[in-house]
């Protein structure tokens, strides 16, 4: 199988700070991979790299026949908003807009009607059980219900590629668990490659793979061979 997206050699230095020195790392479809290391490592720099939020200095992405270390800003735009999914660590919820707006803002964004748009995150904000907080602003509620809020609003748009910093993070281990399940179903039924950066062993022990970033290098032995 060849991978979905696959990084080789990414470099990023922020200042005179080597975030990245030659970070690889490959994940299939259907895959979830748990990207585990010491804190200022890199592992969310890889991360932002390889979602083209943030622009490597070295190194390629390539996703669908693209490089995105060397697409435009637009085409990465786009890429992130059709084909990708991010779940924070606290969630980064448009603090203006009630629960359920938030879920439905990929679809809106992506020219779906307001009407359906909601109905659809209606239905997810029940699948991770928080359907009593769709009028409210995230302000109003709990970090745990954030969390989910944020977590339905990444899956809504059935994302090929899923990126989640520390998505248990402002979980208890019963909602952990229903997270990782909501990942593992992105992962078998869509087809999702599914990149987790985290430091719970449990979360990790979810994954198919661990790859470990040391120095801001994530040695993934499929993409040298
Ligand atoms: P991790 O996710 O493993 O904790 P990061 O990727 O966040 O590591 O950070 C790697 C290194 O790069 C750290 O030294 C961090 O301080 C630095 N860094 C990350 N992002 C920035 C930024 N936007 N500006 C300056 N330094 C940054």
């Known amino acids: 199988m060849s991978p979905l997206i696959e990084a080789v050699d990414l470099t990023?230095?922020?200042g005179p700070?080597?975030?990245l020195a030659g970070a690889s790392l490959a994940v299939d479809p259907g895959e979830i991979v748990a990207i585990i290391g010491p804190s200022g490592s890199g592992k969310s720099t890889?991360?932002?790299?390889?979602?083209?939020i943030v622009r490597a200095d070295g190194g390629t992405v390539q996703y669908a026949g693209r490089d995105l270390v060397r697409a435009?800003?637009?085409?990465?735009?786009?890429?992130?908003?059709?084909h990708f999914g991010f779940?924070?660590?606290f969630g980064h919820l448009v603090p203006e807009l009630t629960c359920l707006e938030n879920v439905a803002l990929p679809l809106r964004l992506n020219g779906i009607g307001r009407r359906r748009a909601e109905r659809l995150a209606t239905d997810w904000l029940e699948r991770v059980q928080v359907q009593q907080v769709a009028g409210l602003r995230p302000g109003e509620v709990s970090g745990g219900q954030?969390?989910?809020?944020?977590?339905a609003r990444a899956l809504i748009t059935t994302p090929k590629v899923v990126f989640a910093d520390e998505p248990t993070g402002a979980l208890d281990s019963l909602s952990g668990e229903l997270v990782l399940q909501l990942f593992t179903t992105a992962a078998r039924e869509s087809g999702a490659a599914?990149?987790?950066v985290t430091h719970e062993p449990r979360v990790a022990a979810y994954a198919d793979r661990e790859v470990t970033v040391r120095d801001?290098?994530?040695r993934d032995l499929r993409v040298l061979v």
């Open 12 to 14: 990023k230095s922020f």
């Open 17 to 19: 700070t080597r975030a």
């Open 46 to 52: 890889l991360m932002h790299c390889m979602a083209g």
């Open 72 to 82: 435009s800003d637009a085409e990465r735009s786009r890429l992130r908003r059709e």
């Open 87 to 89: 779940v924070f660590q």
């Open 146 to 151: 954030a969390q989910r809020t944020a977590i």
């Open 194 to 196: 599914v990149l987790l």
């Open 216 to 218: 801001g290098a994530a």
